[in-house]
T-cell receptor
Framework: DAGVIQSPRHEVTEMGQEVTLRCKPI?????LFWYRQTMMRGLELLIY????????DSGMPEDRFSAKMPNASFSTLKIQPSEPRDSAVYFC??????????????FGPGTRLTVT | GIQVEQSPPDLILQEGANSTLRCNFS?????LQWFHQNPWGQLINLFY???GTKQNGRLSATTVATERYSLLYISSSQTTDSGVYFC???????????FGAGTTVTVRA
């Protein structure tokens, strides 16, 4: 398996621009997570999908952030408009959530976002 | 939420040395993972170990769930072991992984 795939790997954009990050989870996994990592706050969970449905988006920092999962093999995280404080590494992770809640989570390589 | 504490925060090793990293957690868990974040930023799964002991090459891990801690052992360390080691746990009936702050390991040649 190719693992979790994210694109782009690096993104540099100017303040006010729209940014779209993409994720392809591991085939067969039914859960998808978006995280953000910064030096100050460490790894933060932004949103969690199960069977393509957003279950918990309480970690999304504000309305400028939105995420979609139109099908089991694709998700996007969009920031509009972007701000310098959004600069971070954004990770996508996937897992197969079993009925007994046991699962192992796998991370993609991340997208390093820089907003100038 | 569940609290995860990792120690030590930083560790400097000479190549070939052995070390032990610790992860304490504040509540019962049914999921515990160890990750290695390499200098390129990638998060690599090391162990899925809610209980018991596992070994993978020079790395091994032990989780004592009843006492709420896990240990990661690195033997005969190599420079490629450098990076940040994260412990992440999830309590029963929850989907969220709670991460510790990590242990930064630097292995010198």
């Amino acid at each position: 398996d190719a693992g979790v795939i994210q694109s782009p790997r690096h993104e540099v954009t100017e303040m006010g621009q729209e940014v779209t990050l993409r994720c392809k989870p591991i085939s067969g996994h039914n859960s998808l997570f978006w995280y953000r990592q910064t030096m100050m706050r460490g790894l933060e969970l932004l949103i969690y999908f199960n069977n393509n449905v957003p279950i918990d988006d309480s970690g999304m920092p504000e309305d400028r952030f939105s995420a979609k999962m139109p099908n089991a093999s694709f998700s996007t995280l969009k920031i509009q408009p972007s701000e310098p404080r959004d600069s971070a590494v954004y990770f996508c992770a996937s897992s197969h959530l079993r009925a007994d809640f046991l699962y192992e989570q796998y991370f993609g390589p991340g997208t390093r976002l820089t907003v100038t | 939420g569940i609290q995860v504490e990792q120690s030590p925060p930083d560790l400097i090793l000479q190549e070939g040395a052995n070390s032990t990293l610790r992860c304490n957690f504040s509540d019962s868990v049914n999921n515990l993972q160890w990750f290695h974040q390499n200098p390129w930023g990638q998060l690599i799964n090391l162990f899925y170990i809610p209980s018991g002991t596992k070994q993978n090459g020079r790395l091994s891990a032990t989780t004592v769930a009843t006492e709420r801690y896990s240990l990661l052992y690195i033997s005969s360390s190599q420079t490629t072991d450098s990076g940040v080691y994260f412990c992440a746990v999830r309590s029963s009936n929850d989907y969220k992984l709670s991460f510790g702050a990590g242990t930064t390991v630097t292995v010198r040649a």
